[in-house]
């Protein structure tokens, strides 16, 4: 089992940045794929951005590519979202989210379904 804690969360103005961390705890972090998520209110929950477990590879959502970036640090068990040019639309509560990966493939995973572990999720909010 591992655990997700998330944190970075806030209120940033339209066009401002913001970075996430998701501290992870539990397993060896290195074998898990990582992933954010965010649900904003009454609509679903959707995929933001992923990264294999070495960094290698990572994927985005369309609607933030060329904004966000996803990194980490399987030294400090931790996962980023650098998110910038922040727009309204963005606000929501950022989940992140890890699975245990094949290490012989870098691959990353763009569904709720295909993730085992979650966090609590932290709230950002874009004023305009």
């Known amino acids: 089992q591992v655990q997700l804690v998330e944190s970075g969360g806030g209120l940033v103005q339209a066009g401002g940045s913001q970075s996430l961390s998701c501290a992870a705890s539990?397993?060896?972090?290195?074998?898990?794929?990582l992933g954010w998520f965010r649900q904003a209110p009454g609509k679903e929950r959707e995929f933001v951005a992923a990264?294999?477990?070495?960094?290698?590879?990572?994927s985005y959502a369309d609607s933030v590519k060329g904004r966000f970036i996803i990194s980490r640090d399987n030294a400090k068990n931790r996962v980023y979202l650098q998110m910038n040019s922040l727009k309204p639309e963005d606000t929501a509560v950022y989940y992140c989210?890890?699975?245990?990966?094949?290490?012989?493939?870098?691959?990353?995973?763009?569904?709720?379904?295909?993730?085992?572990?979650w966090g609590q999720g932290t709230q950002v909010t874009v004023s305009s």
């Open positions: 539990g397993r060896t972090f290195s074998n898990y794929a």
């Open positions: 990264i294999s477990w070495n960094g290698g590879r990572t």
């Open positions: 989210a890890a699975r245990q990966t094949n290490p012989l493939y870098s691959t990353t995973y763009d569904r709720g379904s295909q993730y085992d572990h």
